[in-house]
């Protein structure tokens, strides 16, 4: 099992800036895949940023320029850096580790998410 814990959320400014942080309970070099997803009030939970376990990361390409996605190398956290914050990006900011085991089973593990609210 994967323990992830985020941190870094609260309240920002329109324009502003937070930076979260996800902390797993093992290096992040042996996990398949580092993902950030959102959940914004009313819509269904999405990607945000994925980072691979060789450090190829990448952001959806509808945040590309704001926002930016980070690992400790060699640690057990990634960042999201996230910069002209809109009201829009209101929501709960959540961890996952997704990826394949030794014995080829899938696993999917989720933190406990951590609140984002920009005020206009």
């Known amino acids: 099992q994967i323990k992830l814990v985020e941190s870094g959320g609260g309240l920002a400014q329109a324009g502003g800036s937070l930076r979260l942080s996800c902390t797993a309970s093992?290096?992040?070099?042996?996990?398949?895949?580092m993902n950030w997803y959102r959940q914004v009030p009313g819509m269904q939970r999405e990607l945000v940023a994925g980072?691979?376990?060789?450090?190829?990361?990448n952001v959806v390409d509808s945040l590309k320029g704001r926002f930016s996605m980070a690992r400790d190398v060699g640690g057990n956290t990634v960042f999201l850096q996230m910069n002209g914050l809109k009201p829009e990006d209101t929501g709960v900011y959540y961890c996952?580790?997704?990826?394949?085991?030794?014995?080829?089973?899938?696993?999917?593990?989720w933190g406990q998410g951590t609140q984002v609210t920009v005020s206009s």
């Open positions: 996952n580790a997704h990826g394949l085991d030794g014995e080829w089973n899938e696993y999917d593990y």
């Open positions: 093992k290096s992040i070099s042996s996990i398949n895949k």
């Open positions: 980072s691979t376990y060789k450090g190829v990361t």
